[in-house]
């Protein structure tokens, strides 16, 4: 799916991104390349190539059930895709869990076309069927773009897995200790001239929930939000996550939570 | 003694907890640990029983920090960790510290060794005149030597302070380079010359 080649300018991009030490007149550059790309990008923006290739599945008959997702109820009905996003992650009552959107995907591939959510959560990140993942979510966060988030914390279901992923995003361990807010924590922080937002805050929450998930200029590639967050775990040096689990949801729940109210720009264009 | 004490905190910080907390909010905190335990694997280099905290970890885990007489605790607790220079020389080569502050890498579980790893430290700190791209989350602290001397007082503190930012400050952002092994006893050396050498490019512009 996420084939650079046939993307020029994104390839020149990511290139001088990923070469470049980031000196500051290099860091200049760069944002310099990002923000003229970002321009560039106004009427047309790479996660689209993606996007259509996720419509396209979503409407293929597959799995051992031969079937398609059309019918797969992501919150707001079966096939409704229009804003489902934005109200994501919430509670299913068909599981009785707190889903995300990618989680809740996984369902309706088990459920509808038969095929085991084991296929995506041992698969690699943009391989096998975790880049089938990734193209269809690609296409329904499209849906949201413009949205507002909206997510039910008076539900108890909710309103558990939000406290859970406040005592996650505190959570110091390993040989670092350090813990998402150690990054996440405070206001106008960077770690080298990347700027870090400040996700206790409303503000923070909405520019880094909200513009989630993203094409990334740095590598040519479309990231999920469960992929965001397993890189934020590996820069924090714990163990990994593993690919949908509840601490992922909790953390979701966490950061939709205080993003509440905030308009949804997915998918997002990041470094 | 390092590997048991990570492997033995899981249930001395439960233990820690229990007295303060109310039956509700233990519940919910078992609940937690259970989530936590479920949800991460070993991978790579990065075993699983990372994710098990030290009870300094814990008591620095919360919004706020925890209270003073706490806070003391912890940092008398974590200054015994500090092993100063056996052959009492604390200055290598200025140029190998530049290249450690600037590795930010290791530890990870891309990584292929637990060895080898870098400082990090430009991730948070500015340091020399000529390096702008620097992160925020420490203070700066270009032309450290130049302005702090260097009394027997403020090498021995700046060790202490790499070595292990939590004997000065509990619940501090920055690692403990020297305590959690991230760093050689000779890595810290090098950086001890490039915060101090007059001849370093955080002192000279």
Same mark, same amino acid.
């Given at each position: 799916?996420?084939e650079?080649?046939?993307y020029?300018?994104?390839?020149?991009?990511?290139?001088?991104?990923? @070469?470049?030490?980031?000196?500051?007149?290099?860091?200049?550059?760069?944002m310099?390349?990002?923000?003229?790309?970002?321009? #560039? @990008?106004?009427?047309?923006? $790479?996660?689209?190539?993606?996007?259509?290739?996720?419509?396209?599945?979503?409407?293929?008959?597959?799995?051992?059930?031969?079937?398609?997702?059309? &019918?797969?109820? @992501?919150?707001l009905?079966?096939?409704?895709?229009?804003?489902?996003?934005?109200?994501?992650?919430?509670?299913?009552?068909?599981t009785?869990?707190?889903?995300?959107?990618?989680?809740?995907?996984?369902?309706?591939?088990?459920?509808?076309?038969?095929?085991?959510?084991?296929?995506?959560?041992? %698969?690699?990140?943009?391989?096998?069927?975790?880049?089938?993942?990734?193209?269809?979510?690609?296409?329904?966060?499209t849906?949201?773009?413009?949205?507002?988030?909206?997510?039910?914390?008076?539900?108890?279901?909710?309103?558990?897995? +939000?406290?859970?992923?406040?005592?996650?995003?505190? +959570?110091?361990?390993?040989?670092?200790?350090?813990?998402?807010?150690?990054?996440?924590?405070?206001?106008?922080?960077?770690?080298?001239?990347?700027?870090?937002?400040?996700?206790?805050?409303?503000?923070?929450?909405?520019?880094?929930?909200?513009?989630?998930p993203?094409?990334?200029?740095?590598?040519?590639?479309?990231?999920?939000?469960?992929?965001?967050?397993?890189?934020?775990?590996?820069?924090?040096?714990?163990?990994? $996550?593993?690919?949908?689990?509840?601490?992922?949801? %909790?953390?979701?729940?966490?950061?939709?939570?205080?993003?509440?109210?905030?308009?949804?720009?997915?998918?997002?264009?990041?470094? | 003694?390092?590997?048991?004490?990570? @492997?033995?905190?899981?249930?001395?910080? #439960?233990?820690?907890? #229990?007295?303060?907390?109310?039956?509700?909010?233990?519940?919910?905190?078992a609940?937690?640990k259970a989530?936590?335990?479920?949800?991460?694997?070993?991978?790579?280099?990065?075993?699983?029983?990372?994710?098990?905290? #030290?009870?300094?970890?814990?008591?620095?885990?919360?919004?706020?920090?925890?209270?003073?007489?706490?806070?003391?605790?912890?940092?008398a607790?974590?200054?015994?960790?500090?092993?100063?220079?056996?052959?009492?020389?604390?200055?290598?080569?200025?140029? &190998?510290?530049?290249?450690?502050?600037?590795?930010?890498?290791?530890?990870?579980?891309?990584?292929?060794?637990?060895?080898?790893?870098?400082?990090?430290?430009?991730?948070?700190?500015?340091?020399?005149?000529?390096?702008?791209?620097?992160g925020?989350?420490?203070?700066?602290?270009?032309? +450290?030597?130049?302005?702090?001397?260097?009394?027997?007082?403020?090498?021995? +503190?700046?060790?202490?302070?790499?070595?292990?930012?939590?004997?000065?400050?509990a619940?501090?952002?920055?690692?403990?380079n020297?305590?959690?092994?991230?760093?050689?006893?000779? &890595?810290?050396?090098?950086?001890?010359a490039?915060?101090?050498d $007059? %001849?370093?490019?955080?002192?000279?512009?």
């Amino acid at each position: 799916m996420t084939e650079p080649t046939k993307y020029a300018l994104p390839v020149a991009v990511a290139t001088l991104l990923a @070469l470049v030490p980031l000196t500051a007149p290099a860091a200049d550059k760069m944002m310099e390349a990002i923000n003229e790309y970002r321009e #560039l @990008l106004a009427d047309g923006n $790479p996660s689209e190539l993606v996007a259509a290739q996720g419509e396209e599945l979503w409407k293929t008959r597959r799995g051992p059930k031969n079937a398609t997702l059309e &019918q797969c109820d @992501l919150g707001l009905g079966p096939g409704v895709i229009k804003g489902a996003s934005a109200q994501l992650p919430r509670f299913f009552k068909d599981t009785g869990k707190v889903q995300d959107l990618e989680t809740r995907l996984m369902t309706c591939m088990e459920t509808l076309q038969g095929i085991e959510p084991q296929a995506v959560i041992k %698969a690699g990140w943009l391989k096998g069927e975790r880049e089938n993942m990734a193209a269809l979510v690609a296409y329904v966060v499209t849906e949201s773009n413009g949205h507002k988030v909206k997510v039910d914390l008076k539900h108890p279901a909710m309103k558990k897995m +939000y406290d859970m992923g406040k005592l996650a995003f505190y +959570y110091r361990a390993g040989p670092m200790d350090f813990s998402c807010a150690t990054c996440h924590g405070d206001e106008g922080k960077r770690i080298r001239m990347q700027e870090l937002p400040d996700l206790r805050t409303h503000e923070g929450a909405i520019a880094g929930w909200g513009s989630w998930p993203a094409y990334r200029v740095s590598n040519g590639q479309f990231w999920t939000m469960q992929h965001r967050l397993n890189d934020c775990y590996r820069q924090q040096r714990t163990a990994e $996550p593993i690919y949908g689990s509840d601490v992922t949801i %909790a953390l979701s729940v966490y950061l939709a939570g205080k993003a509440n109210g905030g308009k949804v720009v997915t998918p997002g264009i990041k470094r | 003694m390092k590997k048991i004490s990570t @492997l033995a905190a899981l249930p001395v910080a #439960l233990l820690l907890a #229990l007295p303060a907390a109310h039956a509700a909010d233990e519940d919910a905190y078992a609940e937690f640990k259970a989530m936590m335990d479920r949800s991460f694997k070993t991978t790579g280099i990065a075993p699983k029983h990372r994710m098990y905290q #030290l009870d300094f970890q814990k008591a620095c885990s919360q919004e706020k920090q925890p209270s003073k007489a706490e806070m003391a605790r912890i940092e008398a607790e974590q200054m015994k960790t500090i092993r100063y220079p056996a052959d009492g020389k604390y200055f290598g080569d200025w140029k &190998q510290g530049e290249k450690i502050a600037l590795d930010g890498r290791g530890l990870t579980w891309t990584d292929k060794t637990p060895l080898n790893n870098g400082g990090g430290c430009y991730n948070c700190h500015q340091l020399s005149h000529h390096e702008i791209s620097y992160g925020t989350i420490g203070p700066s602290l270009l032309e +450290y030597g130049k302005a702090r001397g260097n009394t027997e007082e403020i090498i021995k +503190y700046t060790w202490g302070k790499i070595y292990n930012a939590k004997a000065f400050n509990a619940c501090s952002n920055m690692p403990r380079n020297g305590d959690a092994e991230i760093l050689t006893e000779q &890595q810290m050396k090098h950086l001890m010359a490039f915060l101090f050498d $007059p %001849a370093s490019p955080v002192n000279k512009k």
